[in-house]
Nanobody, 118 residues
Framework: QVRLVESGGGLVQPGGSLRLSCAAS????????MGWYRQAPEKARELVAT???????NYADSVKGRFTISRDNAKNTLYLQMNSLKPEDTAVYYC????????????WGQGTQVTVSS
């Protein structure tokens, strides 16, 4: 069983930065995609950013130019660098890894709270 553990969340003022990390408990084989999602109170979970095995990235329009997703394969870790944070970025952030051939597994972390407030 693979566990994903997020860290790096917290309280930050508008305009500030945070770096989220998502560490896997072991090497995950046959990865199809990795990404970050977030869920604000009373809102549906939404995609923030993804990165595929080739290194191509994709971002939600609301975070383009401010957030950067990256990974360190040697450390089995996924990152999300968040700059110029806004109050509307406040949410619980979850990392996700989709892997496998048949069956395909979707792994989720427990989430880390990000609060942007003055």
């Amino acid at each position: 069983q693979v566990r994903l553990v997020e860290s790096g969340g917290g309280l930050v003022q508008p305009g500030g930065s945070l770096r989220l990390s998502c560490a896997a408990s072991r090497t995950i084989f046959s990865i199809r995609a990795m990404g970050w999602y977030r869920q604000a109170p009373e809102k549906a979970r939404e995609l923030v950013a993804t990165i595929n095995t080739g290194g191509s990235t994709n971002y939600a329009d609301s975070v383009k130019g401010r957030f950067t997703i990256s990974r360190d394969n040697a450390k089995n870790t996924l990152y999300l660098q968040m700059n110029s944070l806004k109050p509307e970025d406040t949410a619980v952030y979850y990392c996700n890894v989709v892997a496998g051939i048949a069956p395909i597994h979707a792994y989720w972390g427990q989430g880390t709270q990000v609060t942007v407030s003055s």
